[in-house]
């Protein structure tokens, strides 16, 4: 093992690796939730280093977790198990190769932060469509290992339909080069799609070549009660039909952590005076016709009854004060005691209803259990958490909160739903989305896996198991 | 084999199948170019009776052509060489399942004719992305295997883009259930986009959830003339910086073939007095914002010196003759002699320098050759041709087109393109597709197609030999 270590060592130079207490920050994730143990943190410089870096492993049987911001919320960057184990750190990888404004993309190396992208782009008039709050750290390898969500998803899609082009090493070190910049190619299967979403379990992505988007003149964003929450979907089919493709937003917010978020940063100001159990924020992207496309959207809302009062977004402070907002409701910065929680997504027009159901659930088995839920309902994808009182240690109480996620993990199945719906699998979901998929999915997925990556080397105990997949299918 | 005949006619009953005389518009391609035997034409009624039918020719070695509207252009839904095959139609099982336009999707049988779909999304204001020529008879299973192109890519992106969720007969028989209807679901490989554009090589697509869109209140299209060619794609970038999403076309039409149309087609009105080298049509879908924005980007362009002169179709009359003069461009409908033809793309900011370059490769080799290209160059993706003078058969003429062949293609390579953009690779582009990817791209492909169809009695003869490229990756 350490001739193995000493020669990933002498291949990346002194620059190219860190060991022992330098490691603390690869080994474990942003919240503390997932610590593991490396044998070393490689980190190479270019692709051939990385191709290096992955025979090396491959001969000594060492396993590699690949890593980029490592802002990721389901553990899947961080090493699992007892394996010994690598952490391939693509954060000296971190260049933006171009920004063709013309060609309406960029790429990049998979170290390269979201943020530089973002600027890049508006620097040539162009916007990149990926967005969330850890845009500043978030890297772009990790983004499309795990088909990250965030905000833009409604107009633009996952990062799964940003990326034009891949370059991967695959786990026997070989580098396949997929950078193509095409809109239209059907020349044979797809193969960036296995690795897009792949959490890294089928190699490592090293350069993307991602789509831009053109500019909007400005964004404005309208803070409104929704007047009827179960024809909620019919507010967000209005908006639609009103703005198309200018919705860029469909957010909800529910009225009981608004009150709570208010309370607590003096820096919000409150929107709305109307109190409401439901807000939406409705945002619209374009130019100038926007303004008249909300006054439309206010009106016909209004007089439908699917709002009761709405307040516009007037300047630029206004703007960021919703987003603001949007952005302190995670319960995680407001509530206290145990919490369930879900990354949940159902077709949309079934949202209401399987919330209605979901806290139905959780209140048989807990009279006493809060449901909150907020998030991207335009995409179908919610945030949700439950709060069941009791003490954690407690077996029965901790028995009780594995009901409660059993429950509505199925519930959400039974709604066509996944519960992985933009955070991905990780560790965190490891052995609750067994359920979600038939056992042929999970076969075919396994024979991919085995396909790729026979010694189970790369990022090993994350996403699924694919000698368990096989052992159940041929039960 | 006369056994497994009789059991599949046994399993579909009297309605489903055909033999002899009956198959000849099953085993012929739309064209006429491509003909095969088949020693049935099986034509299931739902997908038990496909996992039936695949499971008896499994069983007996015979191989299965998947095949829906028979529309393509390559050839790819038709028996090829003389190893016992059936046809499989999914022409009866043509059922829109369901129309959700809350959800923003409609679920169909793969036999579904895609203008089934657009009427009944137009009949709940919506609209489907998916549009060609061929729209009356095109169907959508088969869409999605060739991931065709299209009308509305530049906008809406390819079929792959509209496919939200699947089901597929596997080429052993079993049913895997994707037709999932989610936005976000980051919970595994993403199996669908194997089955997308893999032309029938590795399962039979059933079923499919497709994605709708709003719809505009209206389309218009302006007809240019281009002021100044290597500058086209500033002209692209400037529509879209006006229009943003509302620019939902950007096509190029040689001046060259416009008079030819206009001469041969009395029915076509001549759309502007100015004759030009090249014509764009522009077209931008909106409501009452569009109008300003056709008048910005008139002024804007004229000033810049990238268009020349304009004329904006002002009723739908207007609307359907530019786009009845686009429809007849296709140069077979208009040249004679012989044609050699790509169906290309390249990165869209490389269009004008590649045919400049694609022309002096073919005039090096023939000085009298004429290039044609026209076709969705927001897309980056040309219809082009090539027509040298000489005597098809001669072999010193034979030798010559298959040389212009050759240079162009690896010309569209060495722009980072590629020879199947759209219309897929099926027999048409099977040869000439090996020198578009790398070795290890083929291998990756052939191991993928072995784990599927090891036997290989999907399609056989479509796309690549698998056999051969694992040789290949071998040596």
């Known amino acids: 093992m350490q001739n193995a270590i000493d020669e990933i060592k002498q291949l990346l130079g002194s620059r190219g690796w860190l060991e022992g207490e330098d490691t603390a920050t690869y080994t474990a994730d942003i919240r503390g939730t997932y610590k593991g143990v490396a044998l070393l943190v490689a980190r190479p410089a270019n692709t051939q280093e990385v191709s290096g870096v992955v025979k090396i492993c491959r001969k000594h049987g060492i396993a590699i977790v690949p890593q980029s911001g490592n802002t990721g919320l389901c553990g899947g960057a961080v090493p699992k198990g007892n394996r010994p184990s690598i952490v391939l750190s693509l954060s000296r990888m971190n260049k933006l190769i171009s920004v063709d404004p013309l060609r309406y993309s960029v790429t990049a190396e998979a170290g390269c932060i979201v943020q530089t992208i973002h600027d890049a782009a508006a620097g040539v008039d162009r916007s990149f469509a990926l967005d969330w709050g850890a845009r500043g750290s978030a890297m772009i390898g990790g983004a499309i290992s795990t088909n990250a969500g965030g905000m833009n998803v409604l107009r633009f899609g996952n990062t799964r339909d940003q990326v034009l082009g891949l370059e991967v090493v695959l786990p026997d070190g070989q580098i396949w080069d997929g950078l193509r910049a095409l809109r239209k190619d059907s020349s044979g299967y797809d193969m960036k799609h296995l690795f897009i979403g792949a959490e890294g379990t089928l190699g490592i992505i090293t350069k993307a070549i991602m789509r831009l988007h053109p500019r909007p003149q400005r964004d404005q964003t309208m803070f409104a009660s929704v007047g009827d929450a179960p024809r909620l979907m019919e507010l967000f089919a209005l908006a639609r039909a009103i703005a198309s493709d200018g919705l860029t937003a469909f957010e909800l917010v529910p009225g009981f952590m608004v009150e709570k978020a208010l309370a607590k940063y003096s820096k919000l100001q409150?929107?709305?005076?109307?109190?409401?159990?439901?807000?939406?924020?409705?945002?619209?992207?374009?130019?100038?016709?926007?303004?008249?496309?909300?006054?439309?959207?206010?009106?016909q809302a209004m007089e439908k009854g699917l709002i009761t009062d709405a307040s516009l977004a007037q300047n630029l402070a206004q703007e960021q004060n919703l987003w603001d907002l949007r952005d302190e409701i995670p319960p995680l910065k407001l509530m206290t005691g145990k919490m369930l929680k879900w990354d949940a997504s159902v077709p949309i027009d079934r949202i209401i209803p399987f919330l209605g159901e979901a806290e139905g659930r959780a209140r048989a088995l807990e009279p006493n259990a809060k449901l909150i839920a907020f998030g991207h309902a335009g995409d179908g994808n919610l945030h949700m958490s439950v709060w069941p009182e009791g003490t954690p240690g407690?077996?029965?109480?901790?028995?009780?909160?594995?009901?409660?996620?059993?429950?509505?993990?199925?519930?959400?199945?039974?709604?066509?739903?996944?519960?992985?719906?933009?955070?991905?699998?990780?560790?965190?979901?490891?052995?609750?989305?067994?359920?979600?998929?038939?056992?042929?999915?999970?076969?075919?997925?396994?024979?991919?896996?085995?396909?790729?990556?026979?010694?189970?080397?790369?990022?090993?105990?994350?996403?699924?198991?694919p000698v368990q997949a096989l052992a159940r299918a041929a039960e």
Not at 428 to 449: H, P
């Open 270 to 299: 409150r929107p709305l005076e109307t109190r409401a159990e439901w807000y939406v924020m409705v945002r619209f992207s374009g130019r100038d016709e926007i303004d008249q496309k909300f006054e439309s959207f206010f009106e």
């Open 394 to 465: 407690d077996p029965a109480f901790d028995t009780l909160c594995k009901q409660i996620v059993s429950a509505i993990d199925e519930l959400i199945w039974s709604y066509g739903g996944s519960i992985c719906a933009e955070h991905g699998v990780g560790v965190e979901n490891f052995d609750r989305v067994q359920g979600q998929k038939s056992t042929l999915e999970f076969e075919m997925m396994a024979r991919i896996k085995m396909l790729f990556d026979p010694d189970g080397l790369m990022n090993p105990g994350k996403m699924f198991d």
